[in-house]
């Protein structure tokens, strides 16, 4: 396909105009065969031509062939893109991170001229895509800020609207505390999850953090802009639950509202539907439920008129569902229905790697809330509070906190302190920090001198480092990470 060379060389000598013309050609022939994938767009901004390479990208587009891809307009079928700039300015965007649903590319752009010096199309080259090996770390961090950005980016919206008064999510996946190799799985799960419209089912103990999760999910799916409604049935006496769920119709009984009242189902309409403790449902109600979710209709309390509604569902249990159905307690036509996408949020005893962060995240929490000051925990602290086996999970470890920060005179915490709190508070079995196996070594002199494995003493080291700078910079970790030459978060490693 020839390129036209820019109306600015057209006073050139004939054979240098036909060498640039031959060089214009040559370069896009370079590209076309050793790119990652080339676009052609009119002026218009509609795809006029893709080549071989690129049409790998268009399935993860959305696209079964290249008919239905090229005559769209590029702004419609490709997320992100800069080609609309290209051709408003004139001017090339020579290197570039995209990221859309088929991945993260480095690509150029490039405008198209006529003789005239008139913008007739864009040229976009994709140089690398994911796949490079050479550049995958540096693209795989690049998505990582970006999904870390883009959810607090939802988190900021929901606090919006959360200010107008709207049932919506108070949380993103960027609330869900944790780096560990369980809690990625878990979030990258849930983040497909949200993009179904197929009922989710939250499973795992008490205090692990189900109802943020849902928070998370309702808001990073097409629904976000919908309510959110929750109902913990444990909470629910049973003889409300149904007008609870489907609502009443005007007059259904002595004193009901002449106006009626909406159920949750209908509230939830255009949105999601979190029901919570669903293990803890009576069964009359449990067919009822199965009929709504597979009618998707509903019918109101003292009503014979059945009303459709459009909610997506996610329950939360920290039952074993599958144990209740094999006793009788659970309908097992209800639980395969539900049972769509289950999934299990991990016991904090499972992540203790994530423990520090919470640690730090959770005491702020309280302090911001409390108007006290925030605390600064020793690393034997953080230490015993990491081994134990916490029972209540999230929930126990800020009950924890929360007596600490409130006992605490000087908002300095060591060890003994947190062990303290812990005989108190009952609620946790104490496990002492764990020892390094250790043996002495008999230097000249009659001293001794404590030996355990390298990668422990380094440890060591490195925590009596942490403390000198934390006690040096007043606990100001920001100041204490930069007096060490290390990130913050390198930090929290430190101290784990």
Same mark, same amino acid.
């Given at each position: 396909m020839p390129l036209s060379v820019d109306s600015d060389f057209a006073g050139l000598p004939k054979d240098a105009q036909s060498i640039l013309n031959l060089a214009a050609k040559s370069l896009f022939d370079v590209f076309a065969h050793a790119s990652e994938g080339m676009l052609l767009v009119n002026r218009s901004g509609r795809v006029v031509w893709i080549n071989d390479q690129y049409r790998r990208y268009l399935p993860a587009l959305g696209f079964a062939s290249?008919?239905?891809?090229?005559g769209q307009p590029v702004a419609e079928v490709i997320q992100n893109t800069q080609m609309q700039r290209v051709l408003e300015t004139g001017k090339p965007i020579l290197i570039d991170l995209l990221t859309n649903k088929a991945g993260t590319f480095v690509v150029s752009r490039f405008p198209l001229r006529d003789d005239a010096g008139q913008v007739i199309g864009a040229l976009g080259?994709?140089? $690398?895509?994911?796949?490079? =090996?050479?550049? *995958?770390? $540096?693209?795989?961090?690049? =998505?990582?800020? *970006?999904?870390?950005?883009?959810?607090?980016?939802?988190a900021l919206a929901v606090q919006k609207r959360s200010g107008l008064g709207l049932r919506q999510a108070r949380h993103s996946f960027a609330s869900f505390i944790g780096t560990s190799a369980p809690v990625v799985e878990l979030k990258r799960q849930a983040r497909r999850a949200a993009q179904s419209s197929s009922p989710v089912l939250l499973l795992g103990e008490t205090g692990t953090g189900k109802e943020l999760l849902a928070h998370a999910i309702h808001a990073a799916s097409p629904r976000a802009k919908g309510p959110l409604v929750s109902v913990n049935i444990a909470a629910v006496p049973e003889t409300l639950l149904e007008a609870e769920f489907f609502g009443v119709a005007p007059g259904a009984y002595t004193g009901a509202d002449r106006k009626g009242r909406e159920g949750k189902f209908r509230l939830a309409d255009g949105g999601t539907l979190f029901l919570d403790e669903i293990g803890d449902m009576p069964l009359g109600l449990q067919a009822k439920l199965l009929r709504a979710l597979q009618e998707g209709e509903i019918e109101p309390l003292g009503s014979n008129r059945l009303l459709p509604f459009d909610a997506r569902i996610i329950a939360a249990t920290s039952h074993d569902l599958a144990k209740l159905v094999h006793e009788g307690r659970f309908r097992e036509d209800l639980y395969y229905r539900l049972n769509a996408l289950p999934l299990r949020a991990p016991a904090l005893r499972d992540r203790a790697s994530d423990i520090p962060a919470l640690i730090e995240v959770l005491a702020e929490d309280l302090a911001l809330s409390s108007g006290l000051p925030h605390p600064e925990f020793s690393a034997q602290a953080i230490a015993l509070l990491s081994v134990q086996n916490w029972r209540g999970n999230v929930r126990e470890l800020r009950n924890v906190i929360e007596q600490l920060l409130l006992r605490s005179d000087t908002g300095l915490l060591d060890a003994s302190e947190v062990e303290g709190v812990l005989r108190e508070s009952g609620l946790s079995q104490i496990t002492p920090a764990p020892l390094a196996a250790q043996a002495t070594l008999n230097l000249e002199g009659g001293a001794q001198l404590l030996l355990s494995p390298l990668s422990q003493q380094v440890k060591a080291l490195e925590r009596m480092a942490v403390a000198a700078a934390l006690q040096s910079t007043q606990g100001n970790k920001f100041a204490a990470a930069k007096l060490l030459g290390v990130s913050r978060s390198k930090l929290y490693q430190c101290l784990s």
């Amino acid at each position: 396909m020839p390129l036209s060379v820019d109306s600015d060389f057209a006073g050139l000598p004939k054979d240098a105009q036909s060498i640039l013309n031959l060089a214009a050609k040559s370069l896009f022939d370079v590209f076309a065969h050793a790119s990652e994938g080339m676009l052609l767009v009119n002026r218009s901004g509609r795809v006029v031509w893709i080549n071989d390479q690129y049409r790998r990208y268009l399935p993860a587009l959305g696209f079964a062939s290249e008919q239905a891809f090229v005559g769209q307009p590029v702004a419609e079928v490709i997320q992100n893109t800069q080609m609309q700039r290209v051709l408003e300015t004139g001017k090339p965007i020579l290197i570039d991170l995209l990221t859309n649903k088929a991945g993260t590319f480095v690509v150029s752009r490039f405008p198209l001229r006529d003789d005239a010096g008139q913008v007739i199309g864009a040229l976009g080259v994709v140089l $690398f895509d994911q796949a490079q =090996s050479n550049l *995958q770390p $540096f693209l795989a961090k690049f =998505s990582l800020m *970006q999904r870390e950005l883009d959810e607090a980016r939802d988190a900021l919206a929901v606090q919006k609207r959360s200010g107008l008064g709207l049932r919506q999510a108070r949380h993103s996946f960027a609330s869900f505390i944790g780096t560990s190799a369980p809690v990625v799985e878990l979030k990258r799960q849930a983040r497909r999850a949200a993009q179904s419209s197929s009922p989710v089912l939250l499973l795992g103990e008490t205090g692990t953090g189900k109802e943020l999760l849902a928070h998370a999910i309702h808001a990073a799916s097409p629904r976000a802009k919908g309510p959110l409604v929750s109902v913990n049935i444990a909470a629910v006496p049973e003889t409300l639950l149904e007008a609870e769920f489907f609502g009443v119709a005007p007059g259904a009984y002595t004193g009901a509202d002449r106006k009626g009242r909406e159920g949750k189902f209908r509230l939830a309409d255009g949105g999601t539907l979190f029901l919570d403790e669903i293990g803890d449902m009576p069964l009359g109600l449990q067919a009822k439920l199965l009929r709504a979710l597979q009618e998707g209709e509903i019918e109101p309390l003292g009503s014979n008129r059945l009303l459709p509604f459009d909610a997506r569902i996610i329950a939360a249990t920290s039952h074993d569902l599958a144990k209740l159905v094999h006793e009788g307690r659970f309908r097992e036509d209800l639980y395969y229905r539900l049972n769509a996408l289950p999934l299990r949020a991990p016991a904090l005893r499972d992540r203790a790697s994530d423990i520090p962060a919470l640690i730090e995240v959770l005491a702020e929490d309280l302090a911001l809330s409390s108007g006290l000051p925030h605390p600064e925990f020793s690393a034997q602290a953080i230490a015993l509070l990491s081994v134990q086996n916490w029972r209540g999970n999230v929930r126990e470890l800020r009950n924890v906190i929360e007596q600490l920060l409130l006992r605490s005179d000087t908002g300095l915490l060591d060890a003994s302190e947190v062990e303290g709190v812990l005989r108190e508070s009952g609620l946790s079995q104490i496990t002492p920090a764990p020892l390094a196996a250790q043996a002495t070594l008999n230097l000249e002199g009659g001293a001794q001198l404590l030996l355990s494995p390298l990668s422990q003493q380094v440890k060591a080291l490195e925590r009596m480092a942490v403390a000198a700078a934390l006690q040096s910079t007043q606990g100001n970790k920001f100041a204490a990470a930069k007096l060490l030459g290390v990130s913050r978060s390198k930090l929290y490693q430190c101290l784990s």
